[in-house]
């Protein structure tokens, strides 16, 4: 693809820079349906400041453009996008339908041409156009998984939790929660249409939940929900036959863990150099130090959120603070963290939200400001 995103929009943590952050959450319980919430970030004292709030229902997860533009949401009619505007303010462009089941994940390829969504309830991946302006076109492909499974709670029918493409525009992953397996399929550039060339299986009944890959592209990290791991994977690519080679399997838990615990979130920080995940039962926090060689992982820290099921859960852009969104207590929970020392301590108030699903920071590009 030559430039990568990275270096040309320059994602890169930069001190005095302006970050708001998007948290999209469930409207069920919500009189007026406000699904997204954007906040200022104050990154010297590691605290949100709601700024403004988007009408949609049931955002289950919202994703950024890779040039920094736009923002897609699911919602219960199918994908809405927003252009990125003043301050971070988000101006609605367009919804459009994905034929089926409201989704769980929303992605985009790395040349902003397509959206990729999963579908759990249905167990569908559906592929839209982008088009110029960065609002959502037409359904390209879509598909519907089929397979048993092992007939153990809802692990019996295929479930797509998340759908995210290799960081070569090559190949695009799907984890299948229900039948702990990841499908790998190839994709069309001119019609996107999508073919699958591989399978990944994790352990029976382990849930494959959601999918990154390292900045250079070379390693792949699994949570499992069920399981509560983190597999990692290095990645080769290669023309029609991807080769992925699992490097590492690591708990998300301690060794003094409750019982009953799900893995939930995963997220690079955003130097790329942490990733943190999280323990929905277990109701903590993991960080983990990536190893620059060999991609593999080594835990800091797997610490209490003061909440029931931390969904997501993120460092703040400089590494220093750290939000964890609690699905079941309805709040956002806020720690200073030093990943030096491995010590996460909780600081602020909490902010009070209606069941929060997940949370990006986004650094202002120089006409959002």
Request: charged share 25%; with cysteine; glycine share 8%.
């Amino acid at each position: 693809m030559g430039e990568t995103a990275e270096k040309k929009y320059g994602y890169e943590y930069e001190e005095g820079a302006q970050y708001v952050a998007y948290v999209s959450s469930y409207t069920i319980s919500q009189k007026e349906k406000y699904g997204i919430r954007v906040y200022d970030v104050d990154l010297e004292n590691g605290l949100l400041h709601e700024k403004d709030r988007v009408k949609i229902t049931n955002s289950s997860y919202v994703t950024i453009s890779h040039a920094r533009r736009f923002l897609y949401s699911i919602t219960d009619a199918g994908i809405e996008s927003f252009r990125i505007g003043k301050g971070g303010r988000l101006e609605f462009l367009n919804r459009a339908s994905i034929n089926g089941m409201r989704g769980s994940h929303v992605s985009t390829d790395y040349e902003d041409k397509f959206l990729f969504v999963a579908s759990y309830h249905d167990g569908k991946i559906t592929v839209l156009r982008v088009n110029e302006d960065g609002s959502v076109g037409d359904i390209c492909d879509e598909k519907y998984l089929k397979g048993l499974g092992s007939i153990a709670e809802r692990n019996f029918r295929p479930h797509v939790q998340c759908v995210k493409m290799t960081r070569d525009n090559k190949y695009l992953c799907a984890a299948d929660l229900g039948m702990d397996h990841i499908n790998v399929y190839t994709l069309n550039h001119d019609t996107g249409k999508i073919k699958q060339c591989a399978i990944l299986h994790s352990e029976m009944e382990s849930a494959p939940r959601h999918i990154k890959f390292s900045r250079d592209g070379h390693y792949m990290y699994v949570v499992h929900e069920l399981k509560n791991i983190i597999d990692v994977y290095y990645y080769l690519g290669g023309d029609g036959a991807p080769d992925f080679q699992k490097i590492q399997t690591i708990s998300t838990l301690s060794d003094y863990h409750g019982s009953a615990s799900a893995a939930s979130a995963l997220n690079f920080s955003t130097d790329h150099r942490y990733l943190v995940s999280s323990n929905a039962g277990d109701n903590t926090v993991v960080v983990y130090k990536i190893n620059e060689k060999d991609g593999k992982l080594t835990m800091l820290f797997c610490l209490p959120v003061s909440g029931e099921y931390p969904k997501d859960a993120a460092l703040f852009p400089d590494n220093r603070h750290l939000v964890s969104l609690n699905h079941e207590s309805n709040t956002m929970t806020f720690f200073t963290v030093d990943l030096r020392k491995k010590l996460m301590v909780m600081h602020g108030k909490e902010i009070e939200i209606d069941k929060p699903n997940c949370i990006i920071f986004h650094k202002l590009l120089p006409d959002q400001l």
